[in-house]
């Protein structure tokens, strides 16, 4: 009998994706306690939470659930468009005082990690500049998240020329920039995303063997990548969407080269999070929600 995928990873749900209407301030907390009170997931991955009561509300639930609670700051820098390896010292200065700030709630709400991203690509000329600010940025992140506490921070990979256009959009880059963090902090890792090798257009074992030795966590999702689509780009549809590049194959394949390179083990359990919207008039949260656990469910079994 094929050992439980528990046994492998830390299931999650990205709570602001799966609930779009969190991204407007509505249902925080009354989404949130659907997901723990869902035994399918192990793990959440939730975003800022303004109002101070609300935030006192979802701790007390995450802290009842049990779950492991990733903190998300997408929902803060992309909304903003903040750029911490801006050329701009004061910009700069900005906006690691904002992450800094995000790192604060993510230790009140009780998470054990945060994801963090990079800002636009400047483009060839400049990108290898960007990187090294980026990467005094990374110090930066890791020296504060450890002056509060024994929080992880992973860095999230994304798309360089379709739709988040980010200064890391290679796995190349990645591992240029996370090799010498990783090396000055024990708490800081990489996040790889399934969703994002095709907008990459990136073989997923070549790149991961570039990034296999730092800390990791994992997500998966779907894409669009054909051009005129109307979900063309990083949207996040359900598994299966017509025209999208991700389905139960395809994580079956990732949990393949997952479990190959012993990144998916039974010592250490990554996080392994589900990234998926409704976004189709015939869609709710509840059912994109539950495609999602029947295709992990089936892609482990095939695995």
């Known amino acids: 009998m094929k050992e439980s995928l528990y046994c492998y990873m830390k299931p ?21 306690e659907k ?4 035994d399918f997931w192990t793990a959440v991955e ?5 109002d101070v009561r609300e935030r006192d509300r979802a701790r ?3 802290a009842v659930s049990g779950l492991t609670v990733c903190y998300a700051t997408q929902p803060t820098v992309l909304p903003m468009k903040l750029n911490p390896h801006h050329f701009d010292a004061a910009e700069r200065a900005r906006v690691l005082n904002i992450i800094k700030g995000c790192v604060d709630e993510a230790y009140q709400l009780g998470a054990q990690h945060i994801r963090v991203m990079s800002g636009k690509d400047p483009g060839d000329e400049k990108r290898e500049d960007a990187k ?7 110090h930066h992140v890791c020296d504060y998240v450890k002056t509060n506490g024994d929080m992880k921070v992973t860095l999230k990979v994304f798309d360089r020329d379709i739709d988040k256009k980010a200064l890391i959009g290679t796995f190349a880059d990645t591992r240029d920039v996370a090799a010498p963090v990783a090396s000055a902090h024990d708490n800081f890792g990489v996040l790889a995303d399934l969703s994002h090798f095709p907008l990459l257009r990136e073989d ?6 570039l990034v296999k030795d730092f800390f990791m966590h994992f997500h998966i999702g779907n894409c669009v990548v054909e051009e005129g689509h109307f979900l063309y780009g ?13 389905d139960t194959p395809e994580v079956r394949d990732y949990f393949r080269v997952l479990l190959e390179l012993g990144l998916l083990n039974t010592e250490n359990p990554p996080v392994l999070s589900t990234e998926v919207r409704p976004l189709l008039a015939e869609e709710t949260s509840a059912l994109v929600i539950a495609n999602a656990k029947r295709v992990i469910r089936a892609a482990w079994a095939q695995a």
């Open 12 to 32: 999650g749900l990205v709570h602001f994706k799966a609930y779009p209407q969190v991204m407007q301030g509505k249902d925080y907390v009354a989404t949130l």
């Open 35 to 38: 997901i723990c009170e869902d």
């Open 46 to 50: 939730i975003g800022p939470v303004k």
């Open 60 to 62: 007390q639930i995450l």
């Open 132 to 138: 090294k600010l980026f990467e005094e940025f990374l």
């Open 204 to 209: 997923v074992k070549a790149s991961l063997m």
């Open 234 to 246: 990083d949207l996040q549809p359900r598994f299966g969407v017509p025209g999208g590049s991700i």
